[in-house]
């Protein structure tokens, strides 16, 4: 079976190429009498679905997975993925979070199989990721700690680092947070984090009382509040609290106006 244009449609999350999968998965369904071919085939074409956004043919041809896998354990655990998968895609996080936390807990046993390990850390990176999104920040770290023991690609332990950095913030653990950020972009930014990562690194740092570093932080942001649409009130208003810190009263000054202009 020729899998490279469905493996990479799902992995790439790409619409065009899932286009050209669902073809390939139709002619590979007619000729394969393989159940566990076509219980792959079929879970696939379910996330073909899920990528161009046709929900509910995605969950039927889930269930039609379902269905052609029965008796195999595997196919209820894929089932439960892909169902938690379909709530992400659709942006209905908190129910995609709760099936995700339900399919670890139901499935505890089949996770410790060594064939199971690429699943279950898939599932760990995205309880961390959706944790974080819905400001369950405390749930969070364990979850982002645990995935960064994987082998994560650069761009996603990146992520990871920045999103641990946010949970310390939020969680005014402020050493842990500017220390998160600083190996986040030391690693090298993903675009969801250029801007942001240096926003949160500047307000660590000042509450760490590296005041002086903060501002670096904020005027960088000032320079980028534009292209990474940063918040121009916060950063200014920040710039003017870190001058008065400094003893720079113009400067405060200036900024407090610049804010209020804005």
């Known amino acids: 079976m020729n899998e490279s244009v469905i493996q ?9 190429l899932a286009k050209e999968a669902l073809r390939e ?3 590979l369904l007619s ?5 566990n071919e076509r219980v792959y085939l079929l879970f696939s074409r379910s996330s073909c679905y899920g990528i161009l956004g046709d929900f509910v043919e ?12 029965r008796g195999d354990p595997f196919a209820q655990v894929s089932f439960d993925f892909g169902a938690g998968l379909l709530y992400q895609r659709e942006g209905n996080y908190a129910e995609a979070l709760d099936r995700f936390n339900s399919a670890l807990s139901t499935h505890s046993q089949q996770f410790k199989r060594p064939e199971m390990r690429f699943m279950y850390e898939d599932i760990q990176q995205r309880r961390a990721f959706l944790s974080v999104t ?6 969070a770290v364990p979850l982002l700690r645990e995935s960064l023991s994987f082998d994560l690609d650069p761009a996603l332990r990146s992520s990871a680092l920045a999103s641990l950095g946010l949970c310390y913030l939020e969680l005014k653990d ?7 950020f600083r190996e986040a972009i030391a690693l090298g930014l993903t675009k969801e984090w250029e801007g942001k990562a240096h926003f949160h690194l500047g307000i660590a740092y000042f509450w760490t009382d590296l005041v002086g570093v903060a501002k670096q932080e904020f005027l960088l942001c000032e320079q ?7 918040p121009v009130v916060d950063i200014c208003g920040w710039l003017s609290s870190i001058c008065r810190r400094l003893g720079e009263t113009s400067e405060s000054e200036r900024y407090a106006r610049m804010g209020k202009r804005n």
């Not at 819905?134 to 749930?139: K, Y």
Request: glycine fraction near 2%.
């Open 224 to 230: 980028l509040a534009t292209i990474q649409q940063l």
């Open 25 to 27: 998965i139709d002619v």
């Open 8 to 16: 990479r449609a799902v992995e790439l999350n790409d619409p065009d």
């Open 174 to 180: 402020y050493e842990e947070a500017r220390d998160h």
């Open 58 to 69: 995605a969950r039927r041809q889930l269930a039609v997975a379902l269905d052609e896998g």
């Open 31 to 35: 000729s394969s009498s393989d159940q």
């Open 134 to 139: 819905l400001s369950r920040f405390r749930d």
